[in-house]
């Protein structure tokens, strides 16, 4: 009874958080703002929308031949089908449960190319950590090219005792669990300790790979695909078009962080983006038109890959 609370929680909190963000929004906007907004959809160039969404196609497949590239370092071969169809599934169930895409992901492989959980799901776990790093390597990037706006971005939604606050109990938080894993001998730690031995394996197949420049090379391609998707994007709408590469640096990292730390940055996605490219001289209405045509093309592709997905993986795999 308690997990499946806590399984409807995590669904319809982040739901229901962008539902809020949402309506806070709009009901700042007068009609004839939205109207606008409306405006802005209807005459937005799609044949940009349709390139973007085709290159986070193009994405989406590089990473799934990339995961080949760990999978056969541990000795386990899976077919470029199957890694795709799990990639797409995985997306779509992140739209309804946060994270539980690297889960089901390790689930399919498992029964359909026989690789073990514990060893799949460190693969995931390898590339969500390498992810983080090259989120990390943009945020630095944007910091660079764009400090002052950069600042005053942050000081203007967060106060600046709270992120030293956060900052404080984020490196405590993070020591005290590294000296409990290391040195604790409570049952709970030890039977922690077991469940992820087997992840080991998973996550240094990224370090000692043959083909470990090639798993880079492929990630490289996979964040410069997403930037790529998002400055295509931008050519939708003639106010958007004239934005610098600060700009687009700086505005997608906002929207990248919206989607790691939201269910998948349903309305905080437009929300944010707005936000930010007011510093750039573009009006909320216009922001707010440019982040949900983006966000919503892009979570279509999800949705109708992820759909598809589901319909021919065991058809193709009926042997």
């Known amino acids: 009874m308690k997990n499946q609370l806590s399984k409807w929680l995590s669904i319809f909190i982040p739901i229901i958080l962008g539902i809020v963000i949402i309506a806070y929004q709009y009901n700042k906007f007068t009609d004839a703002q939205i109207s606008e907004i409306e405006g802005y959809f209807k ?29 056969d370092h541990l000795g386990y071969k899976s077919s470029f089908a199957n890694n795709f169809m799990a990639v797409n599934i995985g997306y779509l169930l992140n739209l309804t449960v946060p994270k539980s895409g690297e ?3 390790a689930v399919i492989v498992k029964k359909y190319d026989n690789i ?22 943009f945020m630095l990037l944007a910091v660079v090219l764009q ?56 996550l240094m197949s990224v370090v000692h790979m043959e083909k470990k420049w090639n798993y880079f090379f492929e990630t490289i391609l996979i964040w410069g695909s997403y930037v790529l998707t998002y400055f ?20 997608f990292v906002v929207g990248s962080i919206a989607i790691a730390f939201t269910n998948s940055g349903f309305g905080a996605y437009p929300f944010l983006t707005s936000k930010v490219l007011l510093f750039y ?12 045509i983006i966000w919503t093309s892009q979570m279509l592709l999800v949705l109708i890959l992820g759909l598809l997905s589901f319909l021919l993986l065991p058809i193709l795999n009926r042997k």
């Not at 044949?47 to 590239?69: D, E, M, Q, S, T």
């Not at 073990?116 to 390597?137: H, S, Y």
């Not at 040195?183 to 080991?200: A, E, R």
């Open 103 to 105: 889960i089901s992901r």
């Open 147 to 202: 400090f002052n706006i950069v600042k005053a971005f942050i000081l203007d939604k967060i106060p600046l005792q709270l992120i030293a606050l956060l900052s404080i109990m984020g490196i405590i938080s993070f020591v005290a669990f590294i000296l409990i894993y290391k040195y604790s001998k409570l049952k709970i730690v030890t039977l922690f300790k077991d469940k992820i031995s087997g992840l080991k394996e998973g």
């Open 116 to 137: 073990p959980f514990d060893k799949g799901f460190g693969t995931i776990v390898a590339e969500r950590i390498i992810d983080i790093f090259f989120l990390l390597f």
């Open 232 to 251: 295509v994007a931008t050519k939708a709408l003639p106010e958007t078009s004239v934005l610098t590469i600060g700009a687009i640096i700086t505005s």
């Open 281 to 292: 001289a573009i009006a909320e209405p216009i922001g707010t038109a440019f982040g949900w």
């Open 43 to 71: 005459n937005a160039n799609y044949y940009y929308v349709i390139l973007a969404v085709f290159i986070g196609f193009v994405g989406n497949a590089i990473r799934a031949y990339r995961w080949r590239f760990m999978l």
